[in-house]
Nanobody, 115 residues
Framework: QVQLVESGGGLVQPGGSLRLSCAAS????????MGWYRQPPGKLREFVAA???????SYADSVKGRFTISRDNAKNTVYLQMNNLKPEDTAVYYC?????????WGQGTQVTVSS
């Protein structure tokens, strides 16, 4: 079973930046498309961004042009660079495989955008 550990969240002012990391256990990481998801307070979990094993990327419309997903297969890690953060980006952020049955969800990392 793959284990996922997200980190890098915090409190940031509107317009600020954060870089999230997701470390995955297991040697099969590089073969999977990975995604970032978020769950705003009181809402359902939603898709944010994805990256394939070949490094093709896709984004939710709400973050396009502000967020960048990347991966380092040697480190079994996927990243989410978040720029020009807005209050509506406030959520717990998670990573998981993009397609197929989800692995066990990690604890997530809290991102709070507030002045």
């Amino acid at each position: 079973q793959v284990q996922l550990v997200e980190s890098g969240g915090g409190l940031v002012q509107p317009g600020g930046s954060l870089r999230l990391s997701c470390a995955a256990s297991g040697s099969i990481f590089s073969t999977y498309a990975m995604g970032w998801y978020r769950q705003p307070p009181g809402k359902l979990r939603e898709f944010v961004a994805a990256i394939t094993s070949g490094a093709s990327t896709s984004y939710a419309d709400s973050v396009k042009g502000r967020f960048t997903i990347s991966r380092d297969n040697a480190k079994n890690t996927v990243y989410l660079q978040m720029n020009n953060l807005k209050p509506e980006d406030t959520a717990v952020y998670y990573c998981n495989r993009r397609y197929g049955t989800a692995w066990k969800w990690g604890q997530g990392t809290q991102v709070t955008v507030s002045s």
